[in-house]
């Protein structure tokens, strides 16, 4: 769940609380595909979003680690800014950062596609974090404000998900991603779980369908709720991180796990634990 949609827009509601009214310090890059935003509120702080293909996040943390060589100066537009809003997109995975003097850095979270790009009021690309030459001068459709999210923006109607079962003969599982894409691979196959069927059955009845229509609306419900009611947290099989979740999940109910506050520390902790056991296997090798 470290790159779905809902992950993102309790981020973005994470940095407006956090961040509004910082000021940019610097703006930069020491890894590949990972760009840096260091914030005063007088003290220093780091927003971090990395772009890797297959791992999309947004972090935010006190303090600056900037390197002193292997790294590039990004963004010079947006350096004494101030911070006026964070926001998610109604529709997509991208977190707005709306700054004064109308520019808008835009968070494409789209996994191999993601990039980072700076906008004018009227979507404009006038900078980018990755292949600015070829994006300068496009325009993007800006979302100017945060919308409140209800779980029936996320659903398609109960009609249209029971009939999708009875018209096609793919599994359950592949059909509730595609009927109800911000789920994404993790609370898909939670909804089913919950629901009490198997996730490569083919052959779904029309009542077992709408009771899984109201679990996939439930969980949503629950994502939807105010971050204090949240409980981000890691699953771990021994000492591997399995997933990151804001909700308890039944798939991973036999697992280890480990719950934090803040949503950052969770992500952080769960990078840091991957590394680690990345490190490991690559030294067992």
Do not use: W
């Not at 059955?201 to 009542?207: G, L, Q, T, W």
């Amino acid at each position: 769940m470290l790159s779905n949609y809902f992950t993102f827009s309790h981020i973005a509601q994470a940095l407006n609380v956090q961040y509004g009214g910082a000021v940019v310090a610097e703006v930069y890059s020491q890894d590949k595909n990972t760009l840096s935003m260091v914030l005063y509120l007088p003290e220093e702080h780091t927003v971090t979003i990395s772009c890797g293909a297959r791992q999309n996040f947004i972090v935010a943390r006190s303090g600056s680690v900037r390197s002193r060589k292997n790294s590039v100066d990004l963004f010079p537009a947006l350096i004494d800014k101030h911070i006026h809003s964070v926001y998610m997109s109604a529709t997509d995975r991208i977190v707005y950062i709306k700054f004064s003097e109308q520019l808008y850095l835009v968070a494409e979270m789209f996994n191999a596609k993601a990039n980072v790009l700076l906008c004018s009021e009227d979507g404009i690309i006038v900078d980018a974090f990755l292949g600015k030459k070829n994006l300068l001068s496009e325009k993007r459709i800006l979302q100017f404000d945060g919308v409140a999210a209800t779980a029936a923006m996320f659903l398609p109607s109960m009609e249209v998900f029971t009939a999708s079962f009875s018209s096609s003969k793919e599994s359950a599982f592949h059909i509730v991603k595609k009927t109800i894409p911000t789920l994404g691979s993790t609370l898909a196959k939670e909804s089913l779980l919950r629901a009490a069927i198997e996730p490569e059955s083919s052959d779904v009845a029309k009542i077992q369908a709408e009771k899984l229509f109201g679990k996939a609306a439930e969980i949503i419900t629950e994502l939807l709720r105010p971050a204090e009611l949240l409980s981000p947290s890691l699953y771990f099989d021994d000492d591997t991180p399995i997933a990151f979740s804001l909700i308890p999940l039944q798939q991973y109910s036999s697992l280890r796990i480990e719950s934090f506050k803040s949503i950052f520390t969770a992500i952080q902790k769960f990078l840091g634990y991957e590394r680690s056991a990345e490190s490991f296997l690559q030294k067992k090798k």
